[in-house]
């Protein structure tokens, strides 16, 4: 079945109507959510080298055979120095060389493990994941396109046969056109559409805070919040505060019959864009993921002209070597307002790597007299003076 089977009619004016104005919005940088994405630096590529290490039968990893996996895991480095620059996570052995895991990243990944193997996690995961496929149209996306969001989307790495494999009533896996080379690749398809998934952040608030019941083609808002310093001129929140009163379309909906540069369909393009962002556990993902998603929906330059007209809405932070899309009203500041227990196990894993493992105290010297014991204190020069004691 067709996943947006649904359309919402609205009058003739709202198809073809364009009035943004022509007027240049700047890029004002968010400290906060800099550091919200700063702060993950290196976390992806350290979860998914642990993970390497953990899927081999010995818990343990061949130096030469790490050294294969920097393209596979976009490693800023060689794996033998990323391993070196947390010693808190990885062990390196010289006899033979190779990596294993310290103990305390071993503890941190039995407890990761265990949320990823709870019902309640596993159920989450599911149901976000049959909702991401529903944004599409054709009910399917290739697995490419879903492995690229799958740390985003807090799936297990090895998610196909761990998690896809115990709900075949929700998946089946298939073949896809890729529109980018016109070939047959493997894909995820949901089995069957499910009316009781297909609504969408904003309208869930409107349903449980509001008294207006969910009904198509409802005026809802999007929540907005610039950075402090950032002003628009009065033309463009004029237009921003029009757009806004617009009736809301539904992300699972089909609108793809409004002229493509009408203002209500640049609002259902954000609708889909914000129920995206808000199905992944961190609220953002770099914005090559957003591109590549918008292409296969037919979306085209739709999701770079969402970013550029509503800064209120979404940020695009430069830092750590990408552009991240970040959903602005899921942060307080830098922090997540609804924080998702596998964020609170990320925040854990960089605090471990962002630990200094203590130095061990050198080993007293030995083939000292019998009954003797060494002490050496400095003098204000900083020199040693050696001083003996009888036992």
């Avoid at 030469?64 to 794996?79: D, G, Q, V, Y």
């Avoid at 610039?226 to 929140?237: C, P, Q």
Wanted: proline fraction near 6%; hydrophobic fraction near 35%.
């Amino acid at each position: 079945m067709p996943l947006h089977s649904h359309t919402t009619k609205l009058p003739h004016r709202f198809h073809q109507i364009r009035t943004f104005i022509n007027a240049r919005i700047k890029w004002v940088r968010d400290p906060y959510l800099d550091f919200a994405v700063q702060r993950e630096k290196d976390l992806k590529q350290a979860i998914s080298l642990k993970n390497q290490i953990l899927s081999t039968p010995s818990k343990s990893l061949s130096l030469s055979t790490a050294s294969l996996l920097k393209p596979h895991l976009n490693l800023p480095t060689s794996t033998s120095n990323f391993s070196l620059k947390y010693p808190s996570l990885f062990t390196q052995f010289h006899t033979p060389p190779h990596l294993h895991l310290t103990p305390q990243a071993l503890a941190l990944h039995k407890e990761e493990s265990s949320i990823h193997n709870s019902p309640t996690h596993r159920n989450d995961a599911v149901r976000r994941l049959a909702k991401l496929l529903m944004l599409t149209r054709a009910s399917k996306l290739p697995l490419y396109i879903i492995d690229r969001l799958k740390w985003d989307m807090g799936l297990p790495h090895n998610y196909i046969s761990t998690l896809l494999s115990d709900y075949p009533d929700y998946f089946q896996v298939c073949e896809v056109r890729d529109e980018a080379s016109g070939e047959e690749v493997l894909g995820l398809e949901l089995v069957s559409w499910r009316e009781d998934l297909a609504v969408s952040e904003l309208e869930r608030r409107v349903g449980i805070y509001g008294d207006l019941g969910r009904k198509k083609g409802m005026r809802i808002s999007f929540p907005m919040c610039l950075t402090k310093g950032f002003e628009l001129e009065k033309k463009v929140m004029d237009w921003v505060d029009e757009w806004q009163a617009l009736p809301y379309i539904s992300p699972y909906e089909n609108a793809f019959h409004l002229s493509p540069n009408s203002d209500q369909a640049e609002k259902w393009a954000v609708a889909v864009l914000h129920e995206l962002l808000w199905l992944l556990v961190s609220k953002k993902t770099e914005k090559d993921n957003v591109f590549c998603l918008g292409e296969y929906l037919g979306f085209e330059g739709r999701f770079k002209k969402a970013l550029v007209h509503h800064p209120g809405i979404f940020y695009v932070s430069n830092k750590i070597r990408t552009q991240t899309v970040v959903l602005r009203e899921a942060y307080r500041k830098d922090f997540l307002v609804e924080k998702h227990p596998l964020m609170g196990m990320r925040y854990r894993y960089i605090h471990l790597m962002n630990k200094v493992p203590k130095k061990k105290p050198p080993k007293q010297s030995v083939g000292l007299a019998s009954g003797a014991k060494r002490q050496v204190a400095l003098t204000a020069s900083g020199e040693g003076v050696e001083i003996k004691k009888e036992m």
